[in-house]
């Protein structure tokens, strides 16, 4: 099959193209000599089908940068058939640096000037027909946002596709380090070619960054917006959750039960309790992963993500992350796993892998559901707001410091220059396709891993068959037990214990856990912890369960993210190595001061 | 005409890029964004708190840390 590949530098629409060219049927997958992952789709250009593959933006084709490595040795184990290169029609004057070192590979070549309907705006005016002839390329004006002019480009591509194509040279190094030439071929196509106005007319940019970056209006700004994006994402993700769950349990009522119901009981337990509440587990997260990216998409395609970055950095740049990432960890706050796939805006890995350390320790609406739970138990309705600020004290305060001991570990190279593009309107078909990838993204990735790790949890509460459920006789009872000694200097007891393994799954199923291992619910429950725990032990679990593996869906996440055990596995430790010793410097502390 | 850096400009300020001393990676970075010795850069705002800067070169709005603006040699118009 021939293969197409998409290159241009970051902020050229390309991706808006890729998602034009193959409606949004992408799929991910990996290549020969590089390490990340890349979309790719099928079309049918002309009569025969062809792969494009989407190339991370780059500036250079002899950078530094992890892209800029990952783009050359994609080419050099992938030659492809064709290079389609998209650059920015109103930043013409710079990048076509990138397209004459492409046109050195002597590869085969189509190029589009993207988003001309903003170089129109802007009174950039090209001349194609001419600056085709110069550089002996096909060129062609395009709009991949609206589609004007992807007719021609289309059928550019499959003309090009006829001929083979001329092969890559060997030497790439040496071919690329021609500068001078380029600089001088550059200036020439472009006097000819381009007339730029002396100043850009974006008014409506210059006007909005007045506002939007003001030296002391910006940052409330920024909070402004991030709260209402919060807001948006939960409090409209909840009810479309409720739903799922809902239909989920209507399903299993209606249907699955009386289905399953000539099975041994065992069998049913498993089925449903595990497996189906596996599947339930996985389908709550839908509602919440498309709407955060449909948020994304607006707050990233509008451009204020990097002015996000250029207020926040002057904190987060002391933390060795950027402010890209703060916005990620204030979404965390509602929900880990999103905020975690949404790290892939941060083009350095380093970077990423930092902030993907840290967005565990956010304190997340799961967490917060055990924490009402147990401060109404516990704490007088004075103290109970209290108790909670505390611990999203607790929260911030333990992401900082594991920034910055990783911060040395996970060093970022990459020079931080970023672009502020100007303002755009994002498009409904964007919006809509980012959160459907993103989704699919998810299911793909963590459906088999979040359902074992549900069975196998359900079977650790269940097995031996003689043992009364999550009771001290199950193995996790065992378990709880032979971890005792872990988890007596924590003032957490056996019981507790047990619901922490159920926690690894989600904190949502943490009180009905409980529910289940004391036999009780709602205000029974709650009114027998409180005799048996007092405050110190009660928020010594609080601790412990704010810190400690947030969920099965988290660790799935951070590893299809990362695609590197070792760094799921460190996350996993210093969670958990990090719970304990809070939560025993707390307890111990108390209980010493006399609690 | 005085030579300065480009972390040492007003908002407002446009001067002449002289020379780049940065090392490799950003340097090639700098370059690919559009600066080049003779250009033209108007500083449009620094951010509070020493945060970054915003410059603009050409038609292109780029955010940059003052210590890597240090590092640009720039000659007031």
Redesign the interface.
Known sequence: MKRIALLG?PNTGKSTLFNRMTGGAARVGNWPGITVELLSGKILLGNEMVEIIDLPGI??L????DDEQVVRHFLHDNVPDLALVVLNT??I??QM??LLQLKQLNMNLVVVLNMSDEAKK?G?TVDVQKMSGLLELPIFLLSAKYGTGYQEVQHAITKALRYPTPGMAEQLRTQLEQDEHI?SEMARVLKHTVQ?PAR?SDKL?EKL?GVL?H??L?LPIFFAVMYMVFQGVFLFGQPFQEGIADLLDWFRGAALEPMLGALPQYMQGLLLDGVYNGVATVAAFVPIIVLFFLFMAIVEDSGYL?RA???M???M?RLGLDGRGFVMLLMGFGCNVPALMGTRVMRSRAMRLLTMMVIPLSLCSARLQVFIFFTAALFTAKAAPLVLFSLYMFSFATAIITALIFKSQFKN??????????YRFPTARQMVLRGWLEVRHFLRRATKFIVAGVVMVWLLTNLPTSAVPASADTLAGMIGSALHPFFAPLGINEQLTIALIFGFIAKEIVIGALAVIYSLSGDALSGAISLQLDWVQAYSFMLFTLLYTPCLATIATLQSESKQLNFTLLSLAWSLGLAWVISFAFYQGARMLGY | MSATTLAALHPGDTATIVSIH?E???H???????F?SGKQIEM??K??????L?VR?????????RV?AAKIEVSRA
């Open positions: 530098m500036y250079d002899h950078g530094f940068s109103s930043q004057e710079r640096s990138l802007f950039i600089e730029i850009l940019t960054d970056l030296p002391w910006g990097s970055a250029f207020l950095d002057a904190l740049s190279s990459e020079p931080f220059v970023l672009e502020l593009p100007p | 940065a490799e990676a950003l090639l970075r700098l370059l690919a964004l559009g080049r449009i705002r951010a509070s708190f020493s945060g970054p915003q070169v050409g038609t292109t709005d780029v955010m940059l840390r890597e």
